[in-house]
């Protein structure tokens, strides 16, 4: 099984070229939704979180709003939530690879928005990274509610910049020329990687 790491900075399209994947047979590992499982109603993270953080958990979920509030008062706090969630997804992660194999899958990809800040990139057999051109990505960000400038520049900060994850890319897709060529050069990524000819170039040496 070929495992494709998926990542990019917010308002790159990294959702929508997910879904093309999907459209070509990828079984696709979504680690935000992992991180909602965790966080709902008897979800594995709601009573560390609530040990943690007690004003973030009502009614037995974690609300991710007043999460994101307990955060802002304490810059360590980050820390701890990580030390809590990480494993847990990880383990999601683990799990739902598992079952991949299990089923033949030949192709999955994890779409990770912080591939490379968590060193998943380790894992995988290529990183696939979702990129556009900055314009077109603050006019995507901008028109999302409650979204503004200063929010989106916060978000920017705890993310490698596009022009790293570019740089320690496998496969890019550009978004920035339409949904269409999108799709062509996800298409051109799963024929590439599914080619029996194909070397992971992260596996090589290993």
Request: net charge negative.
């Amino acid at each position: 099984m070929i495992i494709l790491g998926l990542t990019g900075s917010i308002g790159m399209g990294k959702s929508t070229t997910a879904g093309f994947f999907a459209e070509n047979g990828a079984m696709i590992w979504n680690a935000d939704e992992a991180v909602h499982r965790l966080y709902a109603k008897g979800g594995a993270a709601v009573d560390m979180i609530a040990e943690a953080f007690p004003t973030a958990v009502v009614d037995d979920a974690v609300d991710r709003h007043l999460l994101a509030a307990a955060l802002g008062q304490d810059p360590e706090a980050f820390g701890t939530l990580e030390m809590i969630v990480h494993p847990l997804v990880g383990m999601d992660r683990a799990n739902a690879l598992a079952r991949a194999r299990e089923d033949g899958t030949k192709l999955t990809v994890l779409d990770i928005p912080l591939l490379f800040e968590t060193g998943g990139d380790a894992h995988v057999d290529a990183v696939v990274v979702v990129s556009a051109p900055a314009d077109i990505q603050a006019q995507r960000v901008l028109k999302r509610p409650g979204m503004t400038q200063e929010r989106l520049d916060a978000i920017l900060l705890r993310q490698l910049s596009d022009g790293e994850k570019r740089q320690r890319a496998d496969f890019i897709i550009n978004t920035g020329e339409g949904l269409e060529r999108a799709r062509q050069q996800v298409e051109a990524v799963v024929k590439t990687v599914l080619d029996p000819a194909w070397t992971s170039p992260r596996r090589m040496g290993q």
